[in-house]
Nanobody, 125 residues
Framework: VQLQASGGGLVHAGGSLRLSCQAS????????IGWFRQAPGKEREGVSV????????YVADSVKGRFTISSDNANHRVYLEMNSLKPEDTAVYFC???????????????????WGQGTLVTVSS
């Protein structure tokens, strides 16, 4: 199993970035795949996750209306479109996947058996 995250970078507040997660090694079209982030000195938190079987999405309140998750099942990719970025969005963003149901809810990090290496997003004020 491999999750390859990319797309991070430095952007000014109000700008946009698109993260990409390339997945392989498990059944992509029946999984929960999404993004967590970890800012310096803070715990890793769920940002948004998509259920690839039907496109159902989970979104954290802090990014609702600004971030959009989507999946390309044919190419085994999940995207996170991030708009209206704020300095508080600065973090390392990790791609995560669960091949089974999410025990304990979508924000439960232990429910995800697969993790990517992370990509840094820095939003300057």
């Amino acid at each position: 199993v491999q999750l390859q995250a990319s797309g991070g970078g430095l952007v000014h507040a109000g700008g946009s970035l698109r993260l990409s997660c390339q997945a392989s090694g498990f059944r992509f079209d029946y999984a929960f795949i999404g993004w967590f982030r970890q800012a310096p000195g803070k715990e890793r938190e769920g940002v948004s996750v998509i259920r690839t079987s039907d496109g159902y999405v989970y979104v954290a309140d802090s990014v609702k209306g600004r971030f959009t998750i989507s999946s390309d099942n044919a190419n085994h990719r999940v995207y996170l479109e991030m708009n209206s970025l704020k300095p508080e969005d600065t973090a390392v963003y990790f791609c995560a996947a669960a091949a089974t149901d999410l025990t304990g809810g979508w924000r439960n990090r232990r429910a995800y058996g697969y993790w990517g290496q992370g990509t840094l997003v820095t939003v300057s004020s």
